[in-house]
């Protein structure tokens, strides 16, 4: 099997985690799971049904109430959309992906999360401005 059958095969055993976690009641496991379907049509390059999974997914990570998953979800749904040319939704998405890591004081995505670090650029921007006037 090529790497592309192998990701087609993870997105259908992520597909399949999901339905399951849907049918037992698992919000969590099933954004979780929905969250490893987006990022595995993102890398087949199937960026439309990708974001879509990725814009369900983080719906049903608020509805499942945990943080965590949220935050992995924002973070997954901003990579995608980003890389279907939606900059402005990617970066919203990025930015509450940063604010729920701080919220559950998660360090490492706070400095690993691309609204972490499209704020860092920005603000390292204005301050060289400032000083360069």
Known sequence: MNLTGQFQKSAEYAQQAADLGLKIGDKAGAANALNYLAAALAIQGRLAEARDVAQKDVTLAREAGDKKVLEQVLNTAGGVIGESGRYEEALA?????????????????????????????????????????
């Open 93 to 133: 998405y990025f930015n509450e992906c940063l604010d729920t890591a701080r919220n559950i004081d998660d360090q490492t995505m706070q400095y690993m999360s691309p609204g972490s670090q499209i704020g860092q650029r920005s603000h390292f921007r204005s301050h060289c401005e400032s000083h360069t006037s």
